[in-house]
């Protein structure tokens, strides 16, 4: 009788380790070829952003006289008022939004820097027609369908509120630090 060859586990597992090894080696090189034109981008559309918002000449991106320790990567004052960024959470995860708000307290617009909402849907938030219903609101901002006067989203209430909240937590930072009275204008 003639035996029949056993298959060992030894040369499957060296073949898989090595495809491993070499696509581990692939996403490595492409992370770092990649990293910074993307933090390149990032920075761009930021400052786009921040000029949308609060169309200033020039940002300050210190702190003023310890009003910001809590918020000072997310409070840029400017001679027109401040910039505040926000990540609320929406349907598709965290939405990077920024809202201006002006010396006297009030939106000054508001402008999405990255979201990742359902296309056609959620990513409608970032039409300006949509985006402009924040401007002049101080105090407190809520859906029409909560008493407010922002109409959602239809079929992406959960990305409307997630940005009614974003720019609602902006400005209870600008009440938080009084920053009304220290007023930069």
């Not at 597992?13 to 696509?23: E, F, K, N």
């Not at 201006?100 to 990742?116: D, F, K, L, P, Q």
């Not at 239809?154 to 937590?169: L, Y």
Request: no cysteine; glycine share 12%.
């Amino acid at each position: 009788m003639e035996k029949k060859k056993k298959s060992g586990l030894f040369t499957p597992v060296i073949v898989l380790g090595l495809i491993a090894l070499i696509s581990a080696g692939a996403l490595g090189a492409v992370n770092l070829l990649t990293e910074e034109p993307i933090a390149e981008r990032q920075a761009v559309s930021r400052a786009d952003a921040m000029r949308e918002v609060l169309a200033a000449d020039r940002y300050e991106a210190t702190a003023i006289a310890g009003v910001f320790e809590a918020h000072s990567d997310s409070v840029i004052p400017s001679l027109l008022g401040y910039v505040i960024e926000t990540e609320p959470s929406g349907f598709g995860g965290a939405i990077n939004l920024v809202t201006g708000v002006s010396a006297n307290g009030e939106v000054t617009g508001i402008a999405i820097i990255s979201m990742t909402e359902t296309s056609g849907l959620g990513t409608n938030a970032d039409k300006p027609d949509w985006r402009a219903q924040f401007a002049g609101i101080s105090g407190k901002a809520a859906l029409s369908k909560d008493g407010g006067t922002i109409d959602a989203l239809t079929g992406a209430t959960i990305t409307s509120r997630a940005i009614v909240d974003g720019v609602n937590k902006a400005l209870a930072v600008f009440e938080e630090n009084n920053l009304k009275r220290e007023g930069l204008v």
